[in-house]
């Protein structure tokens, strides 16, 4: 029977059942009004002829009951009548039963799991109206080389020369301290440049939006989210028109935005909104704005392409000394926020699930045909008294429906917890804003699973029974199972093998290649390292205030017993800190774009234990109005001198083919005094980049944080205290240098372990799967086995004989696994650290680990088989 | 109910008798039981409550098909009619309660005599 076929009658079955009550109730009428007739000419009063004519049709329920029973049974073919029979049948053999419903569940609960992820991360699309048309805006220099950001004057070009979008609007993240309450949590906010709300699509929900003049002077006015006026405002109604102070500056509040307000670039900067008048400068080629664009509706994909083309050509023609040759280029959320790293990890993760789905599907497929073939006896009687094969077939795949429908329940619900755990075991994996949560497409997915693999299942039963020879299981009684039954399931093996190694070999290599990644020495001492972040600072520090205040913090630190050396630097090692161009007078043409820049406190070479190669550390001597210097690592130096020694030299920092860009230091030359040793500061899979160390004292930028180095495990609690001390407002982050180290791993760490949990589920399962397949085989042959051993065959040839066959299909399945790992090599490379995915160490070992796995799952039931007593089995039948 | 009528009709013959009844012409659900007092001269009495179930398994089985029709009262009623299959039922089913109960009547002769 086809799907359709058996679709159309469960449709046509629940149809049937409307029709069924109508016509009864009908019926029944006209039953009761005939004999209501007959008592009226009897001479009965018309009530007492109703009444009695009703007493005597009995009660209209029951009948009603009994009647839909008969019709039932008309439709003994009905989808009620095969799910009460499958259940039966399941409930029957429960150790079966528990076994399929388990290892489906499971297999359903992880890829639900992951598919819940995947789905929250890439596929949902924004809580924001028509997202189909919202689009950031960025610049691409070649195809692998793009940000999602503009220079200003890129901006106001795209501004008022596009033809492509509806509305643009550039936004800044920023956070600030609400009115007097400095002491407690900043609020996170954006500078909103003209066009914002017609690119979000949402206007306030009180008040209004900015208006062009406050956008153009960037006016003291505010827009507030939702829940800042409600959780500091008390939800004033009156709030439209009165000041509040963000930072100790009066701002009047013009609006309050939505509730359901999102801004899914930065999700937790959306506690209020301000102004922001974008004005673009020509020496300012720093990708520094944040552009976001609506779409015009229904705009062909290959005009907003030329459009945006000939906008690129007119922006370089309008701007001749802007020396950038790249092109405008739109991002998806996905691709601008989520990253193509993550997507692709997900990728992986899901398309690992995926395969541990099919060896799940397999192994449960596997345990109904060795079902169907001890049923076999069960399934001829049936056939004998009159069940067509359809009949049979229809049964098994409802069977296989029910199996899986109650797996698929199991597995959401199971779901839900594994995303508990996954998230858990990943903080931090999935941007902001991605709620990963269980939803209509989340579950369409489990009821597609679950659908798809119950009419596998039922085929897989149904099948090899439809075409037995039933009459013949009958007679000879059921032994050997049927050919296509046997072939089928050396076919699952074979299957369930190659998808197991390839899952394997993939998790072996990320585990080895993690191994390597943490085993690198960053080049820096992160052991007896503690960083203090000092967070946001009041208000009313200026740069001035702030560098005394960081230099009376180094004091107090210093002197703190256990501390051997403190400094101060712009950010942590292995996280992102600024670049800028830097050029040497004498080899301009080689001047590098983006050069890691640190302004650092004396003695941060010394906390961070990297040696020094050449040429001395900074002193107390390098402080503002005395030489500009600086300290280069090794790669800025092998860059520029390679082996001669930079120090002495002189290099312009923001000097950038020929003229001085916007740079922290000024337009003078600065004078390289030493070389540090590199480290892997940016990653410990990536290579030093070129980075260049100046003093604070000469020149600084930003909040620092505090690098320690001490013995004593109480640095924290202690720094922490000194820190408040010096200034109450303060919320220090203390944390260990190491733990920084292994976060910057989290990545890897976490795709390792799920890939390798996926194989290690998947490899149990192929074992159970061959296991299954060698015992019943044993089983079956269990007087073929007596026979030999009475006949005096040795042990080890029965165990052979019986198993030969499933272990030959297990090596071809690993052997064409391997070719087909060999095939999606590609896939892993990028993931790889140091390391080829043809790695011989590891390919080995994954073969190896599976022919443990297979020998032990057919050891098992082989040893049964010839431990047995030959006249036992023999007598059995 | 209706006991003061008569007996109840044996059960597994009710299918029976229904078949018979409607050889000759197709009924409504009142006329077949009206019929079944009239013939069996009150001594049996059909309950309701079973003879509509009796009818829809006769319809599943194929041995009688339903329509809708005007009755002589100028109401619509389902009319039951026996199929080919019925009638063939029928006979089977006759020639079976002719045995039966031949039997059963030479046994209780017997055991009065």
């Given at each position: 029977?086809?799907?359709?076929?058996?679709?159309?009658?469960?449709?046509?079955?629940?149809?049937?059942?409307?029709?069924?009550?109508?016509?009864?109730?009908?019926?029944?009428?006209?039953?009761?009004?005939?004999?209501?007739?007959?008592n009226?000419?009897?001479?009965?009063?018309?009530?007492?002829?109703?009444?009695?004519?009703?007493?005597?049709?009995?009660?209209?329920?029951?009948?009603?009951?009994?009647?839909?029973?008969?019709?039932?049974?008309?439709?003994a073919?009905?989808?009620v009548?095969?799910?009460?029979?499958?259940?039966?049948?399941?409930?029957?053999?429960?150790?079966?039963?528990?076994?399929?419903?388990?290892?489906?569940?499971?297999?359903?609960?992880?890829?639900?799991?992951?598919?819940?992820?995947?789905?929250?991360?890439?596929?949902?699309?924004?809580?924001?109206?028509?997202?189909?048309?919202?689009?950031?805006?960025?610049?691409?220099?070649?195809?692998?080389?793009?940000?999602p950001?503009?220079?200003?004057?890129?901006?106001?070009?795209?501004?008022?020369?596009?033809?492509?979008?509806?509305?643009?609007?550039?936004?800044?993240?920023?956070?600030?301290?609400?009115?007097?309450?400095?002491?407690?949590?900043?609020?996170?906010?954006?500078?909103?440049?003209?066009?914002?709300?017609?690119?979000?699509?949402?206007?306030?929900?009180?008040?209004?939006?900015?208006?062009?003049?406050?956008?153009?002077?960037?006016?003291?006015?505010?827009?507030?989210?939702?829940?800042?006026w409600?959780t500091?405002?008390?939800?004033?109604?009156?709030?439209?028109?009165?000041?509040?102070?963000?930072?100790?500056?009066?701002?009047?509040?013009?609006?309050?935005?939505?509730?359901?307000?999102?801004?899914?670039?930065?999700?937790?900067?959306?506690?209020?909104?301000?102004?922001?008048?974008?004005?673009?400068?020509?020496?300012?080629?720093?990708?520094?704005?944040?552009?976001?664009?609506?779409?015009?509706?229904g705009?062909?994909?290959?005009?907003?392409?030329?459009?945006?083309?000939?906008?690129?050509?007119?922006?370089?023609?309008?701007?001749?000394?802007?020396?950038?040759?790249?092109?405008?280029?739109?991002?998806?959320?996905?691709?601008?926020?989520?990253?193509?790293?993550?997507?692709r990890?997900?990728?992986?993760?899901?398309g690992?699930?995926?395969?541990?789905?099919?060896?799940?599907?397999?192994?449960?497929?596997?345990?109904?045909?060795v079902?169907?073939?001890?049923r076999?006896?069960?399934?001829?009687?049936?056939?004998?008294?009159?069940?067509?094969?359809?009949?049979?077939?229809q049964?098994?795949?409802?069977?296989?429906?029910?199996?899986?429908?109650?797996?698929a329940?199991?597995?959401?619900?199971?779901?839900?917890?594994?995303?508990?755990?996954?998230?858990?075991?990943a903080?931090?994996?999935?941007?902001?804003?991605?709620?990963?949560?269980?939803?209509?497409?989340?579950?369409?997915?489990?009821?597609?699973?679950?659908?798809?693999?119950?009419?596998?299942?039922?085929?897989?039963?149904?099948?090899?029974?439809?075409?037995?020879r039933?009459?013949?299981?009958?007679?000879?009684?059921?032994?050997?199972g049927?050919?296509?039954?046997?072939?089928l399931?050396?076919?699952?093996?074979?299957?369930?093998?190659?998808?197991?190694?390839?899952?394997?070999?993939?998790?072996?290599?990320?585990?080895?290649?993690?191994?390597?990644?943490?085993?690198?020495d960053?080049?820096?001492?992160?052991?007896?390292?503690?960083?203090?972040?000092?967070g946001?600072?009041?208000?009313?520090?200026?740069?001035?205030?702030?560098?005394?205040?960081?230099?009376?913090?180094?004091?107090?630190v210093?002197?703190?017993?256990?501390?051997?050396?403190?400094?101060?630097?712009?950010?942590l090692?292995?996280?992102?800190g600024?670049?800028?161009?830097?050029?040497?007078?004498?080899?301009?043409?080689?001047?590098?774009?983006?050069?890691?820049?640190?302004?650092?406190?004396?003695?941060?070479?010394?906390?961070?234990?990297?040696?020094?190669?050449?040429?001395?550390?900074?002193?107390?001597?390098?402080?503002?109005?005395?030489?500009?210097?600086?300290?280069?690592?090794?790669?800025?130096a092998?860059?520029f001198w390679?082996?001669?020694?930079?120090?002495?030299?002189?290099?312009?920092?923001?000097?950038?083919?020929?003229?001085?860009?916007?740079?922290?230091?000024?337009?003078?030359?600065?004078?390289?005094?030493?070389?540090?040793?590199?480290?892997?500061?940016?990653?410990?899979?990536?290579?030093?980049?070129?980075?260049?160390?100046?003093?604070?004292?000469?020149?600084?930028?930003?909040t620092?944080?505090?690098?320690?180095?001490?013995?004593?495990?109480?640095?924290?609690?202690?720094?922490?205290?000194?820190?408040?001390?010096?200034?109450?407002?303060?919320?220090?982050?203390?944390?260990?240098l190491?733990?920084?180290?292994?976060?910057?791993?989290?990545?890897?760490?976490?795709?390792?372990?799920?890939?390798?949990?996926?194989?290690?589920?998947?490899?149990?399962?192929?074992?159970?799967?061959?296991?299954?397949?060698?015992?019943?085989?044993?089983?079956?042959?269990?007087?073929?086995?007596?026979?030999?051993?009475?006949?005096?065959?040795?042990?080890?040839?029965?165990?052979?004989?019986?198993?030969?066959?499933?272990?030959?299909?297990?090596?071809?399945?690993?052997?064409?696994?391997?070719?087909?790992?060999?095939?999606?090599?590609?896939?892993?490379?990028?993931?790889?650290?140091?390391?080829?995915?043809?790695?011989?160490?590891?390919?080995?070992?994954?073969?190896?680990?599976?022919?443990?796995?297979?020998?032990?799952?057919?050891?098992?039931?082989?040893?049964?088989?010839?431990?047995?007593?030959?006249?036992?089995?023999?007598?059995?039948? | 109910?209706?006991?003061?009528r008569?007996?109840?009709v044996?059960?597994?013959?009710?299918?029976?008798?229904?078949?018979?009844v409607?050889?000759?012409?197709?009924?409504?659900?009142?006329?077949?039981?009206?019929?079944?007092?009239?013939?069996?001269?009150?001594?049996?009495?059909?309950?309701?409550?079973?003879?509509?179930?009796?009818?829809?398994?006769l319809?599943?089985?194929?041995?009688v098909?339903?329509?809708?029709?005007?009755?002589?009262?100028?109401?619509?009623?389902?009319?039951?009619?026996?199929?080919?299959a019925?009638?063939?039922?029928?006979?089977?089913?006759?020639?079976?309660?002719?045995?039966?109960?031949?039997?059963?009547?030479?046994?209780?002769?017997?055991?009065?005599?």
């Amino acid at each position: 029977m086809t799907w359709r076929e058996w679709w159309s009658r469960v449709r046509g079955s629940l149809r049937r059942d409307e029709t069924l009550e109508r016509e009864m109730e009908r019926e029944m009428a006209h039953h009761l009004e005939m004999a209501t007739r007959r008592n009226l000419d009897r001479g009965l009063t018309p009530e007492a002829a109703r009444r009695q004519a009703k007493l005597a049709f009995g009660s209209a329920e029951a009948f009603k009951e009994e009647a839909r029973e008969a019709h039932r049974a008309r439709t003994a073919e009905s989808l009620v009548s095969d799910v009460r029979f499958a259940l039966r049948s399941l409930r029957r053999s429960p150790a079966f039963t528990i076994a399929a419903v388990l290892t489906l569940a499971l297999g359903i609960g992880a890829s639900a799991a992951i598919f819940t992820v995947v789905n929250a991360v890439l596929l949902r699309p924004l809580p924001i109206p028509q997202p189909e048309d919202f689009r950031y805006v960025g610049w691409a220099w070649a195809p692998n080389n793009h940000i999602p950001a503009l220079t200003d004057l890129q901006y106001e070009f795209v501004r008022d020369h596009n033809r492509v979008f509806d509305a643009v609007a550039a936004y800044r993240t920023q956070e600030v301290h609400l009115g007097d309450e400095s002491a407690a949590q900043p609020i996170r906010g954006l500078r909103v440049s003209s066009g914002f709300f017609g690119t979000m699509g949402i206007p306030p929900r009180l008040g209004r939006g900015f208006e062009a003049n406050e956008l153009e002077t960037e006016a003291p006015v505010v827009i507030l989210s939702d829940h800042v006026w409600r959780t500091r405002l008390g939800a004033d109604s009156g709030i439209l028109g009165r000041q509040i102070r963000l930072d100790g500056e009066p701002r009047t509040v013009v609006g309050v935005l939505p509730p359901e307000f999102h801004f899914p670039a930065a999700p937790e900067h959306t506690g209020y909104l301000v102004p922001l008048a974008v004005r673009g400068n020509p020496n300012d080629e720093g990708h520094n704005t944040d552009v976001i664009g609506r779409l015009r509706h229904g705009t062909p994909d290959a005009m907003r392409d030329a459009d945006l083309r000939s906008l690129s050509a007119a922006f370089r023609a309008a701007h001749p000394s802007v020396t950038d040759t790249g092109s405008f280029r739109l991002f998806t959320h996905v691709e601008a926020y989520v990253g193509s790293a993550l997507e692709r990890t997900l990728w992986l993760l899901f398309g690992a699930i995926s395969l541990v789905l099919l060896i799940a599907c397999a192994n449960t497929a596997t345990l109904l045909l060795v079902r169907a073939a001890a049923r076999q006896r069960e399934i001829a009687v049936r056939v004998s008294i009159g069940a067509g094969p359809r009949r049979i077939l229809q049964q098994l795949l409802t069977e296989g429906l029910v199996l899986s429908s109650i797996a698929a329940t199991l597995g959401v619900l199971l779901s839900i917890v594994a995303l508990r755990v996954f998230l858990a075991a990943a903080p931090g994996a999935l941007p902001a804003g991605a709620e990963a949560g269980v939803d209509a497409r989340v579950l369409a997915f489990a009821v597609a699973i679950s659908a798809v693999t119950g009419v596998a299942f039922g085929l897989a039963a149904g099948i090899p029974a439809y075409r037995a020879r039933l009459q013949s299981v009958l007679l000879g009684g059921a032994h050997g199972g049927t050919a296509g039954g046997r072939r089928l399931r050396d076919a699952l093996v074979f299957l369930q093998t190659a998808v197991a190694i390839v899952l394997l070999a993939g998790a072996s290599l990320l585990a080895a290649s993690f191994t390597r990644l943490i085993r690198v020495d960053p080049g820096f001492d992160a052991d007896r390292v503690v960083a203090v972040g000092l967070g946001r600072l009041p208000p009313e520090y200026d740069a001035a205030r702030r560098e005394l205040l960081v230099n009376r913090l180094l004091e107090r630190v210093r002197a703190l017993p256990g501390v051997e050396h403190v400094a101060a630097a712009p950010n942590l090692p292995l996280e992102r800190g600024l670049n800028f161009p830097i050029d040497v007078p004498e080899r301009p043409e080689l001047a590098i774009g983006a050069v890691e820049l640190r302004f650092v406190s004396p003695g941060y070479l010394a906390t961070l234990g990297i040696p020094l190669r050449g040429g001395r550390h900074f002193d107390d001597g390098d402080v503002a109005g005395a030489e500009p210097v600086a300290i280069v690592n090794e790669a800025f130096a092998r860059h520029f001198w390679q082996e001669a020694s930079p120090v002495g030299r002189s290099i312009r920092i923001g000097h950038f083919r020929d003229r001085w860009r916007i740079g922290p230091a000024g337009r003078h030359e600065t004078r390289v005094i030493g070389v540090a040793a590199d480290i892997h500061e940016v990653g410990l899979d990536r290579p030093a980049r070129p980075t260049v160390l100046v003093p604070r004292a000469q020149n600084a930028e930003g909040t620092p944080v505090l690098l320690v180095r001490g013995e004593t495990t109480a640095l924290p609690g202690v720094l922490r205290k000194e820190i408040v001390a010096e200034e109450p407002r303060l919320a220090p982050v203390v944390q260990r240098l190491s733990r920084v180290v292994s976060r910057s791993v989290a990545a890897p760490r976490f795709r390792t372990m799920l890939v390798g949990a996926f194989a290690g589920f998947a490899l149990l399962l192929a074992g159970i799967g061959i296991y299954g397949v060698i015992a019943s085989g044993v089983q079956h042959r269990r007087r073929e086995i007596a026979l030999r051993l009475a006949l005096g065959a040795s042990g080890a040839a029965v165990a052979t004989a019986v198993s030969r066959r499933c272990l030959a299909h297990v090596a071809a399945g690993a052997l064409v696994g391997l070719i087909g790992f060999w095939g999606m090599r590609r896939v892993l490379t990028s993931w790889l650290f140091d390391m080829t995915p043809g790695d011989p160490l590891v390919l080995t070992g994954t073969v190896a680990m599976l022919a443990l796995v297979a020998g032990f799952a057919s050891w098992i039931p082989t040893r049964r088989a010839t431990r047995v007593d030959p006249a036992t089995s023999l007598r059995l039948d | 109910m209706a006991d003061d009528r008569g007996g109840e009709v044996i059960k597994g013959t009710l299918e029976m008798i229904v078949l018979e009844v409607l050889q000759h012409e197709p009924m409504h659900g009142w006329g077949i039981t009206e019929l079944i007092e009239r013939r069996s001269q009150g001594l049996l009495s059909v309950n309701q409550g079973s003879l509509y179930p009796a009818l829809y398994r006769l319809v599943a089985r194929g041995w009688v098909s339903s329509a809708w029709q005007t009755t002589e009262n100028n109401r619509q009623a389902r009319y039951y009619s026996l199929t080919r299959a019925g009638r063939r039922q029928l006979a089977a089913e006759r020639a079976q309660w002719e045995k039966l109960s031949r039997g059963v009547n030479l046994i209780l002769g017997g055991a009065r005599a």
